[in-house]
Every structure is written in structure tokens, then in C-alpha cells.
């Protein structure tokens, strides 16, 4: 069962650029590597998932390196709204589930 | 293309009672999981349904049970209700090799 670390909390400015890194170091060879956003009250909502290299979709870039032991969020010029709850999780997506563990995420707080 | 839906959206239960909460999932997702989220524990995984199986099980009582029906629809039932068990309850549906979960926006349980 591979678990993740993550920063507890993180702050940025509107504008800015936000990479929130997440550490899985026992990931599986089937595993793949999801983000989740969740504002107070709300279902999480996915944001991108990845296997390998770099994926990029229209609100985010996900970095994977070779090893795989890592991941980055990237959130491009965040706006207000963009504070939240972000979750890195990995997990084999053909099994979701038990193997599906959320963390405790990285509370971002985006200041004007 | 319409979202999972959870009903109620809210609900308050005495100690000692029982609930049952229900979750559509998004057309065609024939996986469901539920989840509990506390501000204490976070989110944790109760169990996983898929073509009417319970697929997965987490670290939760027997008070905790689920069922799924032929048209996919979850539900979730806790009895005998005790304090502790007031939480958010968050259903979540995917796809046969699917990109990640897309959640409900929960149903709000008070244990009073």
C-alpha cells in the first residue's frame, strides 16, 4: 500500500506559480499518481493523473521523474479561488478503493 | 452529463438511530465507494462496490454496511448511531479503468 508525503500547508500570492511536491517512495510498478482539490463542505475533484514523465491538462501540469518516487503539482498564475485542499494520492486505478488512501493534503492558502 | 448525486445533503440523527444514505452515480460508472471524512481523521475509505459486489473494505465496524443495486446506485447504512459517527459521508463513482474518482458533494450527518 503506497502512501505519500506532502506538505501540511503551503502560501502564495495571485499570480504566482504554486508547485506542491509529493513524496511515494514505496510506489508500485501499477500504481499511478492522482490529484484531488477539495474547498470546504465539497467532494474532492480531480484534478490530472499521471503515470510517468509529464501530463498537462487545462488548470494543471503534473511532473513524474524516472524514478517515479515523486510527483509535482503544478497550478500556473493561482487565483483566490484556488485555495484549498490538495491531495496526491497514488494507488493502482484498476483496483480504486482500499488502495486509494488520501493523506492529510496541503492546505493552500492564496493571498491577494 | 450529470454528476454523483447524494441525498440528503444533510441530516441529523439521534444517538442510538439508524441512517441510510444514498448515492446515483454518474451514468455508465459501475464502481462505487464511500468514504467518511472527519476534521480529526480526515478522509478515510469505508468500502467499494462494483456490479453489486463489495469489492474492497476498510477498518470501519460492522454498524457500517453498503449495498449496491443492478442499476449501480449505492447505498450506505450506519446503525445505532453514536456521536462519533457524525462526519461527512462522500460517495464517489469511476469507470472500468478509469481517470480517478469523481465525488458527490456528500451528505452532512449530525449525531446528536
Known amino acids: 500500500l503506497a502512501k505519500t508525503t506532502q506538505p501540511i500547508s503551503m502560501d502564495s500570492y495571485e499570480g504566482q506559480e504554486v508547485n506542491i511536491t509529493c513524496s511515494h517512495n514505496?510506489?508500485?510498478?501499477?500504481?499511478?499518481i492522482t490529484w484531488y482539490q477539495q474547498f470546504p463542505s465539497q467532494g474532492p475533484r480531480f484534478i490530472i493523473q499521471g503515470y510517468k514523465t509529464k501530463v498537462t491538462n487545462e488548470v494543471a501540469s503534473l511532473f513524474i521523474p524516472a524514478d517515479r518516487k515523486s510527483s509535482t503539482l503544478s497550478l500556473p498564475r493561482v487565483s483566490l479561488s484556488d485555495t484549498a485542499v490538495y491531495y496526491c494520492l497514488v494507488g493502482d486505478r484498476d483496483n480504486y478503493g482500499q488502495n486509494f488512501v488520501f493523506g492529510p493534503g496541503t492546505r493552500l492558502s492564496v493571498l491577494p | 452529463k450529470a454528476g454523483v448525486t447524494q441525498t440528503p445533503r444533510y441530516l441529523i440523527k439521534t444517538r442510538g438511530q439508524q441512517v441510510t444514505l444514498s448515492c446515483s452515480p454518474i451514468s455508465g460508472h459501475r464502481s462505487v465507494s464511500w468514504y467518511q471524512q472527519t476534521p480529526g481523521q480526515g478522509l478515510q475509505f469505508l468500502f467499494e462496490?462494483?456490479?453489486?459486489?463489495?469489492?474492497n473494505k476498510g477498518n470501519f465496524p460492522g454498524r457500517f454496511s453498503g449495498r449496491q443495486f443492478s442499476n449501480s446506485r449505492s447505498e450506505m447504512n450506519v446503525s445505532t448511531l453514536e456521536l462519533g459517527d457524525s462526519a461527512l459521508y462522500l460517495c464517489?463513482?469511476?469507470?472500468?479503468f478509469g481517470n480517478g474518482y469523481t465525488f458527490g458533494s456528500g451528505t452532512r450527518l449530525t449525531v446528536v
Open positions: 464517489a463513482s469511476s469507470p472500468p
Open positions: 514505496n510506489i508500485a510498478t501499477n500504481d499511478y
Open positions: 462496490y462494483f456490479s453489486e459486489t463489495q469489492r
